[in-house]
């Protein structure tokens, strides 16, 4: 797993909450995403960071925030949940640029 | 290997048999790609990588495919076996943004292999 916890595993919140999620990785890599996996859509990239402080935006962004204060935890927040966020988020590192990327167990969100 | 609608591509092969699988991408500018596989209930796992100055690939069992003047990906899988089903995704990476170094990976929608004993 390449030293990559994703928590909470899984959670059901209400439409409108703000809700985190973390990933945490020991291993001081770089690049860090955040990727979302609906049926019929694949994985579909929400945001990503190149560095401390250091983060862009994917192809599914609206309605998400990322922050990443230290190298080894990207937050992503939804401000006020929606139930077309109800999805399983998976995290990712790079151990470079141009690699392959390694995936946390993801984190099945459901909001009612 | 583009799924439509809601509905993924699948493929049904014979445990044995050989298995290829396909996939489109869109940036021409693409440098890198990359094969996963996943389980129900996992995250993707790593198979293979091709860089784009590379037309072949070969790992255990597995082979990369690349054809840049149509831009199409493919995997083969030699003598499939029952632990071989899972979604497969190919993926590409997009190369420098405007701005720096900052590596995009763009996900197909992958295709589902089942493999029948």
């Known amino acids: 797993d390449a030293g990559i916890t994703q928590s909470p595993r899984h959670k059901v919140t209400e439409t409108g909450t703000p809700v985190t999620l973390r990933c945490h990785q020991t291993?001081?890599?770089?690049?860090m995403y955040w990727y979302r996996q609906d049926p019929g859509h694949g994985l579909r990239l929400i945001h990503y960071s190149y560095g401390v402080k250091d983060t862009d935006k994917g192809e599914v962004s609206d309605g998400y925030s990322v922050s990443r204060s230290k190298t080894e935890d990207f937050l992503l927040t939804l401000e006020s949940a929606t139930s077309s966020q109800t999805s399983v988020y998976f995290c990712a590192i790079r151990i470079r640029g141009v690699s392959e990327a390694f995936f946390g167990q993801g984190t099945r969100l459901t909001v009612v | 290997g583009e799924s439509v609608g809601l509905h993924l591509p699948t493929l049904s092969v014979q445990e044995g048999d050989n298995s290829i699988i396909n996939c489109a991408y869109s940036n021409s500018a693409s440098d890198y790609f990359i094969w996963y596989k996943q389980e129900s209930g996992k995250g993707p796992q790593f198979i293979i990588d091709?860089?784009?100055?590379?037309d072949k690939r070969q790992g255990q069992r597995v082979t990369v495919l690349l054809n840049k003047t149509v831009k199409h990906l493919s995997l083969q899988i030699a003598a499939t076996q029952p632990g071989d089903s899972a979604v497969y995704f190919c993926?590409?990476?997009?190369?420098?943004?405007?701005?720096?170094?900052?590596?995009?990976?763009?996900f197909g929608k992958g295709t589902l292999l089942t493999v029948n004993p």
């Open positions: 291993e001081n890599h770089r690049y």
């Open positions: 091709i860089r784009s100055n590379m």
């Open positions: 993926a590409e990476n997009g190369g420098f943004s405007s701005g720096g170094s900052n590596y995009k990976l763009t």
